[in-house]
């Protein structure tokens, strides 16, 4: 797995931990073929979040910018 944090790239091999400060920007995917399995701990603000992008019918940039807001983050321009 591979994780953005700020402007440093990082391997998360397995057994491995990645922490990402509060206010950093920051991604993360999996560059291979095989399944990654990953434990993500966040604070309950940030789960809401995540569960409204994933209930959302519509995930236009404009709609997806005015969710971030409503939960206090901000969606980054690739």
């Given at each position: 797995m591979?994780?953005?944090v700020?402007k440093?790239?990082?391997e998360?091999?397995?057994?491995?931990?990645?922490?990402v400060p509060?206010?950093?920007?920051?991604t993360?995917?999996?560059?291979?073929?095989?399944p990654?399995?990953?434990?993500?701990?966040?604070?309950?603000?940030?789960?809401?979040?995540?569960?409204e992008?994933?209930?959302m019918?519509?995930?236009?940039?404009?709609?997806?910018?005015?969710?971030?807001?409503?939960y206090?983050?901000e969606l980054?321009?690739?």
């Open positions: 591979r994780v953005q700020g440093e790239e990082v998360a091999r397995g057994g491995s931990a990645v922490f509060h206010g950093t920007p920051h993360y995917w999996n560059p291979g073929s095989n990654v399995r990953y434990l993500l701990v966040m604070t309950s603000n940030i789960y809401r979040l995540i569960q992008i994933h209930a019918q519509e995930r236009t940039p404009l709609a997806l910018r005015a969710v971030f807001e409503k206090d983050s980054l321009d690739p």
